[in-house]
């Protein structure tokens, strides 16, 4: 019996993200713990995103767009480390791009988002118009 690990649905996850992934995938593709984790929920009138993204510079490594409905995270970590000692020297560097995307709720609008980075979690807040994300009954003409 294979071991499966879980993950809860959610309304706005994609379709793919609720099949059960096998133990072993990390081994295949990579550590799951490299990919940025990301938390979403509505707060009043907002859309909160947070996600992790400690060690990075927000004003250098981190670009957030909007498009499509869609909100865009990605970063990139460039790290080295370097330490000389008797004999010789020993050099250590990580590097690597992250990205996620979040889907926007009806009525998501670009006009006033804030972003704010603390601690290594980037919080962006999405203002959403209810109004805007109605549904508008459209006529049929008669032909």
């Keep these: 019996m294979t071991d499966v690990v879980q993950h809860e649905a959610t309304p706005s ?3 793919w993200s609720d099949f059960p992934v096998p133990r072993w995938w990390p081994d295949l593709v990579g550590p799951m713990d490299d990919r940025m984790r990301v938390e979403e929920f509505e707060e009043g009138d907002e859309l909160v995103v ?11 490594d981190v670009e957030i767009t909007m498009a499509d409905h869609t909100l865009r995270l ?3 970590r460039r790290e080295s ?8 020297y ?8 992250f990205m996620r995307t979040v889907p926007l709720p009806a ?4 006009k006033d988002v804030k ?9 962006v807040r999405i203002p959403i118009d209810r ?3 109605d549904s508008h009954r459209i006529p049929v003409a008669h032909g």
């Design 13 to 15: 996850r994609s379709w």
């Design 50 to 60: 947070r996600a992790e993204m400690p060690g990075l510079d927000p004003d250098k």
């Design 74 to 76: 990605r970063a990139e």
């Design 81 to 88: 480390t370097r330490s000389e000692e008797k004999g010789g």
């Design 131 to 133: 109004e805007a994300g």
């Design 107 to 110: 009525g998501a609008t670009d």
């Design 115 to 123: 972003a704010n980075y603390t601690d290594g979690i980037l919080e």
């Design 90 to 97: 020993r050099s250590e560097f990580r590097y690597g791009s």
